[in-house]
């Protein structure tokens, strides 16, 4: 099954997002994903890499919670390292840089993948969120970088309230770099893509090289961290409660 549609075009790579009927992650489409951009990342003729959905007013709604209901834990470990490593790792050495375009709801995992890129545009009906904490989870990755984007205070209430937010406040927060109107994400990402392909590939790289370098190294001490801290909270029973609850649409009856 093909998870992803995948072009190139005036030396911009488009990796569109396209598992109805929300994008949920699994595996197989987390793998996909980071080969896409690890051919951008190989190919010298892609100058700058855009990642956006198919799918109207859904980007990606965060992963499949059939990976969570594995009592053996190992689909949630080869989850984390799809998208809390390899995901990270090939932004990290992609030397060129990656957009992401959302036009409508982007929800854990969703975010994981938007705030991997070095930039964001939303159209002004785009809407965010990191929900895990209503299913006894926890959006892990994000207690490393998020308080480095926005605070953090401002972080933790977020995180740890599972609310959703609209674009608006997303760009307040530093989160979204660019709001459009809505429908018109992909295309201004396009734009923004053809101004950066026309700077110096080399200059970029370097750039780019040394940019993520100084960003990322908090994230690259901590990540072994927060994948332990993921696994045992998925091996508990409120994340087990939690997950029945949601999939059998009642309010989840916490241990304490």
């Known amino acids: 099954m093909k998870y992803i549609n995948y072009s190139v075009n005036e030396q911009v790579a488009e990796i569109s997002l396209n598992?109805?009927?929300?994008?949920?992650l699994n595996i197989p489409m987390l793998v996909e994903i980071v080969s896409a951009f690890k051919a951008a990342r190989d190919d010298s003729q892609v100058r700058a890499v855009i990642l956006t959905s198919a799918?109207?007013?859904?980007?990606?709604?965060g992963l499949d919670l059939d990976i969570l209901l594995d009592e053996t834990g190992k689909s949630v470990r080869e989850?984390?390292?799809?998208?809390?490593?390899e995901l990270a790792d090939v932004q990290h050495t992609l030397g060129k840089p990656s957009i992401a375009a959302i036009d409508g709801a982007a929800r854990a995992g969703g975010m994981t993948l938007s705030i991997s890129c070095n930039v964001i545009i939303a159209s002004r009906s785009a809407t965010f969120g990191y929900p895990e904490i209503d299913v006894g989870m926890i959006p892990a990755i994000h207690f490393i970088h998020l308080p480095s984007i926005i605070g953090r205070?401002?972080?933790f209430e977020i995180l740890f309230s599972g609310r959703v937010f609209d674009a608006q406040e997303a760009a307040e927060l530093g989160l979204v770099s660019q709001l459009v109107e809505p429908g018109t994400a992909a295309h201004a990402a396009r734009a923004m893509a053809k101004m950066f392909a026309a700077k110096s590939p080399l200059v970029?790289?370097?750039?780019?090289?040394?940019?993520?370098?100084?960003n990322d190294a908090q994230y690259r001490r901590d990540i072994g961290g927060i994948v332990d801290t993921f696994c045992a909270v998925a091996a508990s029973a409120d994340a087990k409660e939690g997950i029945s609850a949601f999939l059998e649409k009642r309010?989840?009856?916490w241990s304490a």
């Open 19 to 24: 598992h109805g009927p929300v994008n949920a």
């Open 153 to 155: 205070h401002r972080a």
């Open 55 to 61: 799918l109207p007013k859904r980007f990606c709604a």
């Open 79 to 85: 989850f984390l390292d799809q998208l809390y490593i």
């Open 204 to 214: 970029m790289q370097m750039g780019h090289k040394a940019f993520m370098r100084m």
């Open 251 to 253: 309010s989840p009856k």
